[in-house]
């Protein structure tokens, strides 16, 4: 029989993911801060849980999917928390964004509980979460890896373990510093193309078939065309990445030249009040600097 899971956090990411469980044949019961959340999860076939302890109390697997380490912190310690209403031997799996050393330090409470932890962030955003063809980065135990790889399946497509705890959330980190830059070059691209006047989808078609192809500028396109910064991935969220990034890289002695500078202009989005917007709303930024 499949194991019972528990999925705390049911937002732009958790909803589909845990209904892509549901799919795959698996029970899940679900907790999270907004009602109309858990009234989405039940229609889906799930069950919702009233609190966080009722949700973990029976599970074999829990899977966690909140904002960033503050939250991972609140719904893990603590008495209403996951290590003491969980049962000794379940697997909490942290798919959330977080700190390295967050999963590290959880990975050693949880280890005095008898609960085993593995860090396991994603990529490929709400579009591979609904698909269920995310990239899944996990750190952790190599015999917990491999227990959770058939949950891991059914949200995603290409699934590696990185090494012991902490470093599914090291490469999450590159993973954000790559996708700003990225991003950052194809909104500067843009700014560019618009203003000399050439005909920006044409221009976006042959750049994605050359070497500036990428899949943020494929994803991100129509975005860019339409200004449409509906999230997605909100720049509150990536801002909190870039600080990830930027703390690790500097701890390690490893220069971000680039990566700082991207960082001052998702803060400067932020400190604008777009902070609830999709991060390819860094091309307003770009605007901004031009004058546009
Ligand atoms: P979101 O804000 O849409 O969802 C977060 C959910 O966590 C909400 O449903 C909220 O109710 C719940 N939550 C927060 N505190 C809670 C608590 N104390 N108890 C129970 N539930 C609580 O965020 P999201 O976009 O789904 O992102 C979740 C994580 O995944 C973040 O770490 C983010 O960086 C990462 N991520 C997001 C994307 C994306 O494209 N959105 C892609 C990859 C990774």
């Known amino acids: 029989t499949l194991p019972k899971i528990a999925w705390i956090g049911l937002g732009i990411m958790g909803s589909p993911m845990s209904e892509n469980l549901i799919k795959a044949g698996y ?40 904002p960033a380490s503050p939250q991972v912190e609140a719904i893990s310690y603590g008495p209403d928390g996951i290590l003491e209403n969980a049962r000794k ?4 799996i942290d798919m959330s964004s977080i700190t390295p050393q967050t999963s ?16 396991a962030p994603v990529s490929g955003g709400e579009a591979g979460a609904v698909e269920a063809v995310l990239s899944i980065m996990v750190g952790g135990e190599q015999a917990d890896f491999e227990q959770a790889r058939p949950v891991f399946e059914a949200l995603g497509k290409t699934i590696v373990r990185c090494g012991p705890h902490g470093s599914g959330q090291t490469v999450k980190a590159a993973n954000q510093l790559i996708v ?9 691209a843009v700014v560019f193309l618009e203003k000399s006047g050439v005909d920006l989808e044409a221009a976006l078609d042959v750049l994605n078939g050359g070497l500036a192809g990428s899949t943020v500028l494929t994803r991100k396109k129509d975005n860019f065309l339409g200004r449409d910064f509906k999230p997605g991935f909100r720049i ?3 801002h909190k990445d870039m600080g990830i990034v930027t703390d690790a ?10 990566g700082a500078v991207v ?25 901004r600097l031009s004058g546009a």
């Open 180 to 188: 700003a830059v990225n991003i950052q070059a194809c909104a500067e």
């Open 89 to 92: 031997g379940a697997l909490l």
């Open 263 to 287: 960082a001052q202009l998702v803060a400067s989005l932020r400190a604008q009040g777009d902070g609830g917007l999709d991060h390819s709303a860094l091309l307003r930024a770009v605007e």
């Open 104 to 119: 590290v330090d959880l990975a050693t409470a949880a280890r005095d509980k008898g609960i085993r932890v593995l860090d």
């Open 27 to 66: 029970q899940v019961t679900g907790f999270t801060l907004e009602q109309e959340k858990l009234d989405r999860l039940a229609a889906a076939g799930g069950t919702a849980a009233g609190s966080l302890a009722e949700a973990v109390r029976d599970a074999d697997v829990i899977v966690t999917m909140v």
């Open 249 to 258: 890289a500097r701890n390690v002695g490893a220069a971000l030249p680039v």
């Open 236 to 238: 509150d969220l990536h």
